[in-house]
């Protein structure tokens, strides 16, 4: 049976309110979509500077794929392998289809992390 955070840490829904945290669950995955844009604009300290980072780490990889001449050249594989990076296990924030360990679309998949590059 799924848990919210609030049970498996042992505190309070309105403790998690007061400090800004939502008490989902874990082990259900939230189906949220986080805009990269909104990164740009955030207030939240932790984020700070998330949104340079996140537009050069793409930019890197649409300099790869303009490079790229097809699917077995090194531009192309390292275009992949920057598209493969690890989800922290029970954010739950994601569309996994089996668990929610961590196991996101450009988690652990390699499939279908080269989907959007072809």
Do not use: W
Not at 48 to 57: C, I, V
């Amino acid at each position: 049976m799924p848990k919210r955070i609030s049970e498996i840490f042992g505190v309070t829904e309105e403790d998690l309110k007061k400090e800004g945290v939502f008490n989902g669950f874990i082990d259900i995955d939230s189906k949220f979509y986080v805009d990269p844009h909104l990164l740009e604009t955030t207030k939240v300290l932790e984020l700070e500077n998330s949104y340079l980072s996140f537009k050069t780490h793409f930019t890197k990889i649409v300099h790869l794929l303009e490079t790229t001449k097809n699917s077995e050249d090194r531009f192309f594989r390292a275009a992949h392998k920057k598209l493969i990076f690890p989800e922290l296990p029970f954010v739950s924030l994601g569309y996994c289809t089996e668990g929610t360990s961590g196991a996101s679309t450009f988690g652990r998949n390699t499939q279908t992390a080269s989907k959007p590059l072809r």
